[in-house]
């Protein structure tokens, strides 16, 4: 990828490459990565890639810097535009975000909820059963309603759900389709032409009204990209969880039995709240990996619920970094963000999201309240409860939102490589692991957490998010003193008892002198994780050897193994429903049936894609289940 192109949309890139004959798709990756670095910008706007002496193809972006049409992408050659050097310099470009589709939903004007793109968690149920225009198991392919596997909870008892519509379900279908090859290719095979197809049914999925489903197509495109490229950040881990996202969602909504809610929205939609007063609770710096940056603001309201300001826009690290101290635009309030974190607001004629993010529409006035500490109003419940309680709340959410914040008290026991082990101030609480909510250096996270690894014996009292891919790990956002406590911090009167991790730097002064007094319960080391600790790594290896080498390479590392998913192994430890799902998947993998002849009689990649998806989607069901017991009582003294 050349940043010094414009982004280009990817219905552009689907089409340029779906006009190349046989013969030119076959070159078309050696032809991208050698333009990718002879870009050369002109004084009009534009961007020129010359390919030898009579090739010169020109890049013309829109006034929002971005190719959105067909024509602004031409070629001198004889061959343009059904040309390899058109297609070649588009597949250098960065891929651009699509716009929205279809109907828009009501939303107001200014509106400072509108994020940029977020990775969709992985969803813990799975695909539905089967439909005439949808894929077709033969068998349920998930292993998760059997014996040896955890039940999924029954479907709410209502009004029946409205349908798909047929465009939907053809897209979808198509959408899994094009997903089962991508998988099967895996990142080696999975070049430009792998990619267009996947671009091209994203694109069929954003005109039929299914912007979710895209999403999960174009993250799982810019990952293959980054692994192709072998960009640093990249992990393997992540393109794994995008193909279980694209897949179980394609699945879902092309079997038609899938809730038309998991089609998702084009844009946030907002109803009226009436009038509200929230209170700030903290600060959280968004960066994410497309460029964009900026804060969220959570917000609590007297009863408890949580609401929030977002002002998240492209900018990446700067904008992070400066949208900390921004004018929050609410209502014409003369709060910025640090005053809203320790303040409050009246709010008249709010406009509420479904997932509790405040509008600022013309009719939204706002007054500024003065902010509680977390000792008194609604903040003070979010420490009532044992952490265990929130996560095993968070766990059981259905559809895949992100973790709710949770409060707890805590000692500082040590440093352990890049986390802070804590214990929860509660009889017979597991260590803890909290790691940074964000690692980039030149945000304050990682520094404050080191701060506060100096003072073992030390109370603080931690707002955080969990992390349900960990054991026992917390994400903390921001900090404060535990009431009462001798040892603890001392935050200045002007920060309100709470410092926020991704904006405040915690100084020697905010430490108390000397040391804490000993403590009648002796420091524990770390007990086994029993998520690293599982034997379930096999399944892991296994389903990200897939994702790397594509399905032959599953076969061969299975074929020269006599145990390849460790089967023994899972069984002994209780994982018997894991074992059977990863020699499915192995076996599966190493079927290609052929004719006398030698042609394949099955070329499909369906079958294979169901044998994965049913052990990814069980595995991550099982380290569920293991991330809860993790925050059970005593699960790692």
Not at 555 to 570: F, I, K, V
């Amino acid at each position: 990828m050349n940043t010094a192109l414009p982004p280009v949309a990817p219905e552009v890139l689907a089409e340029a490459v779906e006009q190349l004959t046989a013969r030119l798709r076959k070159k078309l990756d050696a032809a991208t990565a050698a333009c990718a670095d002879s870009a050369a910008p002109e004084a009009d706007g534009s961007v020129g890639l010359r390919f030898g002496e009579d090739a010169l193809v020109t890049l013309r972006p829109g006034p929002d810097g971005t190719v959105t049409r067909p024509e602004q992408a031409t070629c001198t050659c004889l061959l343009a535009p059904r040309c390899l050097h058109r297609a070649a310099a588009l597949g250098a470009a960065p891929l651009a975000d699509a716009p929205p589709a279809g109907p828009e939903l009501p939303e107001p004007d200014g509106d400072v909820g509108r994020a940029g793109p977020a990775a969709v968690a992985v969803p813990a149920d799975a695909p539905g059963a089967t439909s005439p225009t949808g894929p077709t198991p033969a068998t349920d392919p998930t292993g998760l309603t059997g014996p040896t596997g955890p039940s999924l909870p029954a479907p709410p008892v209502g009004p029946p759900v409205p349908a798909l519509s047929a465009a939907q379900l053809t897209a979808a279908a198509a959408l899994w389709r094009a997903a089962a090859e991508a998988l099967a290719a895996g990142v080696t095979a999975g070049g430009a032409v792998v990619q267009a197809e996947l671009l091209r049914a994203a694109h069929t999925a954003r005109l039929a009204a299914l912007p979710r489903a895209e999403a999960a197509a174009l993250r799982v495109v810019r990952g293959l990209r980054a692994a192709r490229e072998r960009r640093s950040g990249q992990r393997l881990g992540d393109l794994t969880a995008a193909f279980l996202d694209l897949l179980a969602t394609a699945a879902r909504l092309a079997s038609g039995s899938a809730d038309p809610a998991l089609a998702g929205a084009a844009r946030r939609a907002y109803a009226p709240g009436g009038s509200l007063q929230v209170y700030g609770l903290c600060r959280e710096p968004v960066l994410s990996a497309t460029g964009y940056g900026g804060v969220v603001t959570h917000l609590l309201a007297p009863d408890g619920t949580p609401y929030s300001v977002s002002d998240v826009r492209p900018g990446g690290l700067a904008r992070a970094r400066g949208a900390g101290t921004a004018s929050v635009a609410l209502g014409g309030g003369a709060l910025d963000h640090a005053g809203l974190a320790r303040g409050g607001l009246r709010i008249v004629g709010a406009t509420v999201s479904p997932d509790g993010r405040l509008g600022a529409g013309r009719g939204v006035k706002a007054t500024p309240l003065r902010g509680t500490p977390w000792t008194d109003g609604p903040a003070a419940a979010l420490f009532a409860r044992p952490a265990a309680e929130a996560v095993a709340e968070s766990l059981a959410t259905p559809d895949g939102s992100e973790p709710a914040l949770l409060g707890c008290d805590v000692a500082v026991v040590a440093a352990a490589g890049d986390h802070l082990l804590v214990r929860e101030v509660r009889p017979d609480a597991p260590l803890l692991r909290l790691r940074a909510a964000h690692p980039h250096p030149e945000l304050a996270h990682t520094a404050n957490l080191r701060r506060l690894a100096g003072y073992p014996g030390l109370l603080v009292r931690v707002v955080g998010r969990p992390d349900l891919d960990r054991a026992a790990t917390l994400r903390p956002l921001a900090v404060g003193p535990v009431p009462g406590a001798p040892y603890t911090l001392r935050l200045p009167e002007e920060w309100l008892g709470r410092a926020d991790l991704g904006y405040d730097r915690l100084q020697g002064v905010h430490f108390p002198p000397g040391t804490a007094e000993p403590v009648a319960q002796p420091v524990a080391a770390p007990g086994p994780d029993p998520l690293a600790d599982s034997p379930l790594w096999r399944v892991r290896r296994l389903l990200e050897t897939g994702v790397a080498g594509g399905r032959r390479a599953l076969a061969e590392s299975a074929r020269g193994d006599a145990d390849p998913a460790g089967r023994r192994m899972l069984c002994r430890a209780g994982f018997t429903a894991a074992a059977d799902r990863a020699g499915a998947l192995a076996a599966e993998a190493d079927r290609r049936p052929r004719d006398v002849f030698g042609r394949l009689t099955d070329p499909s990649a369906e079958p294979y894609a169901w044998a994965w998806l049913a052990a990814a989607t069980h595995l991550a069901a099982a380290e569920h289940l293991l991330v809860a017991a993790s925050w059970g009582p005593g699960a790692a003294a």
